[in-house]
């Protein structure tokens, strides 16, 4: 007997999380039905992982309230609620076997005598149900990225008996890994699993999706059916424009170039060519895991590469960070805590860095710094950092002012090429916009400047033209009057293995 | 499953062949290699540092680390020593000793959990204390342990020594705990990924702390079997044995990056490790080049360990790089 409402597997109302004060997602509300797939959608950064983690319990949320199967619980028990998620970076053990994975959180047997056969039995069933033929004895790290996500699956539907998270299960398989993932999603949906399937990919969420909902920055701002929205009109939805009031005025390039790319290949792209002027600002745009960070690497020097790279016409071989820099090339990372600040150092030591031998005293050999001091004081003041002394601990300061520090450090170096690796991550409004400023105004000033960002606005706003990456590929070229977010969106979002469009 | 993947699956092949190929080369060297006394001292010679490796290969394959071991060892025997020799009870002495030497293990693992330092750093400093513990107890004294203590270090039950006995027990339990318990196999879950056993929701703390006392437990049953072997307490026990108890885990096929181990491949690599010192013995080898050859086979082993672990990373690499061009 059906009624004419089911209960929803899974409804949130409000949710909302907030990490140190800082609030990153805000009313978030939808229901799930039994076998209903909704898309999540949003743009890198719009809160989709967040949402998710509190979704499937990873996270207990700051405000709002979940309700499984019509029952409000405060946080989400993976195993008690039915709830399951297969994460983007998988999570499996890689030298245990496919059996021991799948089982492991509920393993057959008592504690001190797990039950094996038991255990490779219900292994077995679980793949079986999934329609896949893997050896269960075999060792996780043997098998291929798709079995893999087929097992991280079988782990997951173990207990996901009413609701599956897929976070970006495509990015890794190929072509027909993927097909065989889809037609399991459809039997899952059959059998009357929700499933919430987050993708970059719209193709992929049109051929596979009932509703979606869409997230920018942080909020909810849509969702609906799939079938009555166009493509376009998510797409716009997704992008958004939030930085309007904050426009740069960029000047015109010299026709002088400045560095020249050709043929450039590596492990992580392929056949890259592209040149920049002085004063041009060209922006990468493309997903995650699209090879643009280590396009902007390869440029520093810090990665070996095969191709032609050339700066002011003189061709690079196998250059070191050390000769890039001589040349005048600078490289912003795009993780600053990583690779980029010394976390326990002072601001003065850390904007001075990149450039010490100016400051290295001449009167006793080698001994002492002098004018640091001053110059540090000089590049806080300019580029606006907020400290309260140039001798503070850089990691006691804001993002924002973080990333300030370590732009300081490179302009310090009065670069004459910028490779900028997602200067505006993480980093509030305010100092967004002064970062902005700067950057037109180094490309003003003769500087040949690459930004590869996720930002979307923030490429349209800076670059004088836009390179699309996609897969270690470049898929497109944009002039700056002929700049189209959709378009540029939709190119870099095209499902990863298929082939190009004319 | 492919007969490759099968072989790869077991570790504890290479070291079982290397020690053939000594056994063989040490056969031909000396014609008395092959009997079975000598045989059977070269297993009685292995059976501390062996039952020891057992216990530390739960600790690495938990990607941990105990070098205090050796200190454990000492407090362990100094305390049997100065019961045996206060008191005159074994019981005392017997339940005392070993219940000590799994709670220092234990502290060990306590430790590493709760202030999550690095387990090198914290068990070299529990390794300076508990060997000052030990000696401040007996006021670095050399005791003597009674005649009958022997009995576990040079006796023999059904015509087979003591010391073999308890390896093979100790080696049973082992084997046990580390195939058929959800111990072991959530010790090895954490060795391959801490992040990932949380999120699976496994008892991460118990599980290190239980490693850690087992450790510390393996310890005590060794120091109890070198000291009667010895015949009494010296102030050089235990000194240095942590290298070759890891070194006998780490030949044994067992991972230092944790998840992947065995207990029979650290059983083999501790009996490698004293063929090793038996053949320099039958060379008439300077003393001093022990160290340099024990030394250098450890270097050698973990060398090729790391050349075939880069050798897959870049095979990987190369199939990453072979999809991006096939999608151009």
């Known amino acids: 007997m059906f009624t004419k409402q089911p209960i929803a597997s899974l409804s949130v109302l409000g949710l909302a999380k907030a990490f140190s004060g800082k609030t990153v997602v805000k009313d978030v509300s939808f229901s799930l039905y039994p076998g209903e797939i909704v898309a999540l959608v949003g743009e890198n950064g719009a809160g989709k992982s967040t949402t998710k983690n509190m979704l499937c319990g990873l ?10 199967a019509g029952q409000t619980v405060t946080v989400v028990d993976g195993k008690q609620h039915g709830i399951g998620a297969v994460h983007q970076e998988l999570s499996l053990f890689s030298s245990l076997s496919v059996a021991q994975n799948i089982c492991i959180s509920d393993l057959p047997g008592k504690p001190g005598r797990i039950d094996w056969p038991a ?5 077995e069933q679980q793949l079986a149900q999934l329609g896949v ?6 060792r996780v790290e043997n098998l291929g990225a798709g079995k893999q996500q087929i097992v991280e699956i079988a782990k997951a539907l173990l207990h996901a008996s009413k609701v599956l998270i897929l976070d970006e299960p495509t990015t890794s398989l190929t072509a027909p890994e993927r097909e065989r993932l889809f037609t399991l999603m459809r039997r899952l949906k059959k059998q009357g699993v929700a499933i919430i399937f987050i993708s970059h990919f719209m193709d ?3 051929q596979m ?4 909902i869409c997230l920018r920055d942080g909020r909810q701002v849509g969702s609906g059916n799939i079938a009555d929205t166009p493509r376009r009109e998510l797409e716009e939805m997704m992008v958004g424009r939030t930085l309007d009031e904050a426009k740069v005025t960029l000047t015109p390039p010299s026709t002088e170039l400045a560095v020249q790319v050709e043929r450039l290949s590596s492990h992580y792209f392929h056949d890259i060519s592209f040149s920049i002027r002085r004063g041009e600002v060209l922006g990468i745009a493309g997903l995650m895991g699209a090879g643009r960070t280590e396009v902007a690497e390869t440029l520093f020097g810090l990665r070996p590469f095969e191709g032609r790279l050339l700066v002011d016409g003189e061709q690079m071989i196998k250059p070191n960070v050390r000769q890039m820099k001589q040349r005048g090339v600078c490289y912003l990372t795009e993780d600053r805590r990583r690779n980029g600040l010394f976390g326990v150092r002072s601001v003065k030591e850390n904007l001075s860095a990149a450039k010490l031998s100016r400051f290295v005293q001449r009167r006793v050999k080698g001994m002492g710094f002098r004018g640091e001091a001053s110059q540090a004081q000089e590049w806080v003041e300019q580029l606006n950092i907020s400290v309260p002394s140039i001798d503070e601990a850089v990691s006691s300061l804001s993002g924002g002012n973080q990333q300030k520090v370590l732009l300081g450090r490179w302009l310090a170096t009065l670069p004459r090429v910028c490779i900028l690796d997602e200067p505006t ?9 002064e970062i902005h400023k700067k950057i037109a105004a180094l490309a003003a000033s003769g500087v040949a400047v690459l930004l590869v960002s996720s930002d979307l606005p923030e490429l349209l706003d800076l670059s004088h033209r836009i390179l699309v990456m996609r897969t270690g590929h470049i898929v497109g070229e944009f002039a700056r009057e002929d700049f189209d977010a959709v378009e540029i969106i939709s190119l870099a979002a095209s499902s ?5 469009r004319a | 499953m492919s007969l490759k993947h099968r072989l790869s699956a077991v570790n504890w092949l290479p070291i079982a062949a290397a020690t053939l190929v000594a056994c063989i080369l040490l056969s031909l060297l000396s014609s008395s290699f092959m009997s079975y006394t000598n045989l059977q001292s070269v297993l009685v010679q292995a059976s501390v540092t062996a039952i020891m490796a057992i216990g530390m290969t739960f600790i690495i394959v938990t990607a941990g680390i105990d070098i205090s071991v050796g200190a454990i060892l000492f407090f362990t025997s100094s305390l049997f020593a100065k019961l045996m020799m206060d008191t005159g009870s074994y019981t005392l002495a017997f339940a005392c000793a070993l219940l000590c030497a799994t709670v220092l293990g234990a502290l060990n693992g306590v430790l590493i959990i709760k202030y999550k330092i690095t387990p090198l750093i914290t068990t070299l400093a529990t390794y300076t204390m508990y060997r000052g513990m030990a000696i401040h107890l007996t006021g670095a004294q050399n005791i003597p342990v009674p005649r009958e203590m022997g009995f576990l270090g040079n006796g023999k039950l059904l015509s087979i020594p003591v010391p073999i006995l308890l390896l093979a027990v100790v080696l049973a339990v082992g084997l046990y705990l580390f195939n058929a318990t959800r111990f072991g196999l959530y010790a090895r879950a954490i060795g391959n990924s801490a992040q990932s056993a949380r999120e699976s929701n496994l008892p991460v703390n118990k599980v290190t702390v239980f490693a850690y006392a087992l450790g510390g437990i393996t310890t005590g049953i060794a120091a109890l079997i070198l000291l009667a072997r010895v015949g009494g307490l010296q102030s050089g026990i235990g000194i240095g044995i942590e290298f070759t108890v890891i070194a006998a885990v780490v030949l044994g096929g067992t991972k230092l990056s944790g998840g992947d181990g065995t207990i029979v491949g650290s059983v083999i690599g501790a009996i490698f490790l004293v063929l090793i010192d038996n053949g320099l013995n039958l060379m008439n080898a300077s003393p001093y080049v022990y160290d340099i050859v024990k030394g250098s086979v450890l270097l050698i082993a973990v060398v090729i360990d790391k050349v075939s672990v880069t050798r897959q990373q870049q095979h990987l690499l190369n199939q990453r790089a072979a999809r991006i061009r096939a999608t151009g």
């Not at chain 1, 999706?209 to 979606?212: L, R």
């Not at chain 1, 991550?425 to 967004?432: E, L, N, P, R, T």
Request: hydrophobic share 35%; charged share 30%; proline share 5%.
């Open chain 1, 496 to 500: 990863a293995f298929e082939k190009q």
């Open chain 1, 209 to 212: 999706s009932d509703k979606f």
């Open chain 1, 133 to 138: 033929d893997v050896d269960v004895n075999q």
């Open chain 1, 59 to 68: 996270l207990p949320p700051s405000e709002g309230e979940i309700q499984v």
């Open chain 1, 425 to 433: 991550k993480g980093v509030d409004i305010g100092a967004k916009f």
């Open chain 1, 119 to 123: 255990c490779r039995q219900i292994a």
């Open chain 1, 204 to 206: 992929e969420i049109y």
